[in-house]
């Protein structure tokens, strides 16, 4: 009895430091906990991955909820652009739940991880290609400039200074923003990693308001993807309260962090663990679904020795062109 009890509360404090983990490390890039939670309670702790994204997508709601309301008090979040683009990416959400549906009945989940894996090794090197500047590169102002009203501006701690911005391709950022919902209701999570990228590069805005806003958004995708889980029964209220507990903790301590740090640091960041966490859920479902065959110890130190390489080696190519 003993031994159990102690099994249970070892148990439960791994899944709360996971969450804490995962919120962290959302908090600060825009992710969203779940881009990170979902891989850790599938990878180490095993969770089947219809509940580790309904667990994940519960944690996204927390962690926009503790991190967006910092976010907005601070005035980084551009609210008008985050509720502009959230009319796509919840259609998305949709679509994507609802395909969910029909996978996981079919037993098809490697599926999921191999995409998961791609987009987000797809997203690396556009989004590292814009790490040698501190902030975007100026783009003339263009008609959804000034139809939609993309611009502000928030004070940089780190910079000393107010920075005035403004987006464009307000219709490219919409696009990205339909398939990051897409890819929310199929893994699970709040799709910070392409919601970044639509803000980034298709939209030309800052870091800090990319991730921002980022969060900001998170919570309102997640809540739609989570209402269709919790109808088919992917979400375990027990799991999904412990790693909501992690993560907004972590959520509210990653806030902190981020205005004393750079744009440029926040993107590296970003592209690290994008790296680690695309290689080990790429191998992963090509592993289930019986196309490669390796441990799971040799799955982690080949997705870290990748994920070196490729952030070491953009990271010089982007000082060199700094330079």
Do not use: C
């Amino acid at each position: 009895m003993r031994g159990q009890l102690t099994a249970l509360l070892l148990g439960v404090v791994e899944i709360i430091v996971f969450g804490l983990i995962a919120g962290f490390i959302g908090s600060l890039t825009g992710l969203g906990g779940g881009t990170v939670l979902t891989p850790l309670l599938t990878l180490f702790l095993r969770v089947p991955m219809a509940y580790a994204a309904g667990a994940s997508l519960q944690s996204t709601i927390a962690t926009s909820s503790g991190a967006a309301s910092a976010y907005i008090r601070d005035r980084i979040t551009n609210v008008r652009i985050g509720m502009g683009l959230e009319i796509t990416t919840t259609a998305g959400s949709i679509v994507g739940s609802l395909s969910a549906a029909y996978i996981y009945s079919h037993g098809l989940a490697w599926i999921l991880y191999v995409t998961f894996g791609a987009v987000i090794l797809f997203s690396i090197v556009p989004t590292a290609q814009r790490g040698a500047y501190e902030l975007p590169r100026p783009i003339p102002p263009d008609a959804t400039t000034r139809i939609f009203k993309l611009h502000g501006k928030y004070h940089d701690a780190v910079l000393g200074r107010d920075v005035e911005y403004h987006g464009v391709r307000w219709w490219l950022g919409e696009v990205v923003m339909f398939f990051a919902g897409m890819i929310s209701g199929l893994l699970g999570i709040g799709s910070g990693a392409l919601k970044v990228i639509g803000m980034d590069w298709a939209m030309n805005l800052p870091m800090k308001v990319t991730t921002t806003t980022s969060n900001f958004m998170i919570g309102v995708t997640a809540a739609t993807g989570s209402s269709i889980y919790w109808y088919l029964g992917y979400i375990q209220p027990g799991l999904a309260a412990l790693t909501a507990i992690g993560v907004l903790a972590g959520a509210m301590l990653g806030t902190r962090v981020l205005v004393r740090i750079t744009n440029r640091q926040t993107r590296w960041i970003f592209l690290a663990i994008l790296a680690f966490l695309g290689a080990e859920m790429l191998m992963r479902g090509l592993s289930i679904a019986d196309y490669v065959q390796m441990a799971q110890s040799y799955e982690y130190s080949v997705a870290a020795a990748f994920a070196g390489v490729i952030i070491s080696t953009l990271y010089v190519h982007s000082w060199r062109r700094r330079s």
